[in-house]
């Protein structure tokens, strides 16, 4: 007599994912014939093909993309015996955080002889509750220079050569 798949363990193992996330997920299957499919679903809607990972029973697959949301998500083992059989697992609930933009403050301009032709060196503080990308400096809505970070946490600076003789914003 053939039996369904036994499904258990559900997971998705990246934490605290924000937008745009990875997902990635992991579960245990067992079937005394075998199994022809492990899938994941969201909604009800096959999302990705999950494959071992290496370790006995389990299986798994990274999904991409995921902007800010709640989502649900199960897993459906179908086994290769006659008759088919299979078995969904109980769903799992992910949700996905909103990406934050980061906190600027502080920009100052730190040269100290401002002749012409002038190095100007400036340094702001920029700080991200996940990871700042990218610091990058504008003389109106021209981007003039990328910010490097300094040795100070949270720091960046540039340092802009032979500027002429005028006021800058």
Do not use: K, W
Not at 28 to 42: H, K, M
Not at 86 to 113: D, E, M
Not at 141 to 162: H, R
């Amino acid at each position: 007599q053939n039996s369904a798949p036994a499904i258990s363990g559900l997971t998705q193992t990246i934490t605290s994912p924000r937008e745009p996330a990875s997902l990635r997920f992991r579960v245990t299957v067992t079937d005394e014939t075998g199994l022809a499919s492990v899938v994941l679903r969201e909604n009800g809607n096959t999302v990705g093909t999950m494959t071992p990972t290496g370790t006995p029973n389990q299986y798994g697959v990274t999904l991409q993309g995921y902007m800010a949301g709640t989502y649900s998500f199960t897993v459906v083992a179908t086994d290769d015996d006659t008759p088919v059989e299979s078995a969904t697992s109980s769903p799992l609930s992910v949700t996905v955080a909103p990406n934050v933009a980061p906190v600027i403050s502080g920009l100052t301009q730190t040269t100290a002889n401002l002749r012409e032709p002038a190095s100007l060196r400036f340094t702001v503080m920029a700080t991200d509750d996940d990871r700042v990308e990218t610091v990058q400096l504008l003389e109106g809505s021209t981007v003039v220079g990328t910010m490097a970070p300094t040795s100070i946490p949270n720091q960046y600076a540039v340092t802009l050569p032979s500027r002429t003789a005028g006021t800058y914003t």
